[in-house]
């Protein structure tokens, strides 16, 4: 619209900078701040942490999240979480204004506080419920944004505590601090970490197992043997049996029997190899939905079943994310005069058509007669190299040059 001549964007807000209030740092509330220690876990430490998380008048959460920050050590669990969270990190996003892409909003999103709420966003489907604080305002973006730390917050009263094991503190839903933190996710759920934790201890166990197998059975055992009683004698062979090599070593009285029972089987190690592979199977279909893209062994024909229920996957995560994001992110954004009312986040969606049909589309071309398709073209798009025919005229030609020539 114009007015004097000049261009007047109604939907556009002007640039602005707001301190955020310094009673409304909710991350000071912490007084009492405890290191999440890793420690070895097994399934009666699961289970008593799913016990005292699932309290319902005093939850505890700390035990449950000491086991997720262990088990995220296991490298196929975090290479599942990282690829399904990329489906919806590698998207754009976009800003509309009364359904109008805003472009200069848009620039408010391509930023770094976006991809990590974004980031952190995701991460409650994993550990469950996160909290979200958001830094002072300049120039209608954030400073930064930072996840305040899980054990502190109690999501079913929506508080934060002095101290892990409180059950009193600062409701971040009310003023100062609504305007500039977003809590993620429902309020009593525990994340796909809770459901993945028993199945990479299992995992680390047989891991174990089978390293202690090798280390008995994978290496011969020395022995010596000696009916010297001499102390001296002894502690040399002892010696010489150490310093041999890595393996197994003992020594005995020529008298002495010495026995290692093995199963016999030469593919005893199948045990363990199993169990881990099973246990990995079942962390991608828990994450991914399916197993396809997480194991070299699969055929065409289930890849791409498989591959339809991963999209379905990222498809609900993107609507997720978009809930998140108009329901959640927008309104305060507006609260804070950064965004106009109707004002909405969402997915650029690229129209994007199969093989098959754009097959069928240049089949319908070519039959009218009217059209062709570079070689290159066809080469490109379906990986089929284009080699022209030659006409009967041509190979005449060529043949009545070929006598010429050698007559």
Known sequence: MKIFGYDINFNKAENISVNRPANSDIRKRITVPTQLYRSRQDISQWRAALTSAESIYSPQRYLLYKCYNDIMLDAHLTAAINQRKNLT???EFEVEV???????????????????????SLDSIFYGHSLVQFDSLIEDTFKSIELIPREYVK?????????????????????PYRNWCIGVGRERDLGLLMKAAPLVIWKKNALGAW???G??????????KTNVRDEETRANMEGFLKNLGTSSYGVFDTDDLIEIVNSGQSDAYQVFDMMISRCNSEISK???????????KSFVGSAEVQERVLKNVAYNDEFFIESVLNYQLVPMMQRLGIFPPNTKIKVETEEELSLLEQSKIDIELIK?????????????????????????NSVESIKNRLDNLYK
């Open 98 to 120: 009364n359904d109008e892409e805003d472009e200069e909003l848009c620039k408010v999103i391509k930023t770094k506080w976006f991809r990590d709420f974004l980031d952190y």
């Open 211 to 213: 390293a202690e197998y």
């Open 89 to 91: 990190l590698s998207k």
């Open 368 to 392: 009218t007669g009217k059209f062709t398709f570079d070689p290159e073209y066809l080469d490109e798009k379906y990986g089929s190299e284009v080699i022209p025919v030659m006409d009967a």
């Open 155 to 175: 999501p079913e009263f929506h508080i934060v505590t002095n101290s892990y094991s409180d059950l009193e503190g600062a409701d971040y839903l009310e003023n």
């Open 286 to 296: 828990l994450i991914l939905g399916q197993t396809a893209t997480m194991d070299e």
């Open 215 to 224: 280390e008995v059975f994978g290496v011969p055992l020395r022995i010596g």
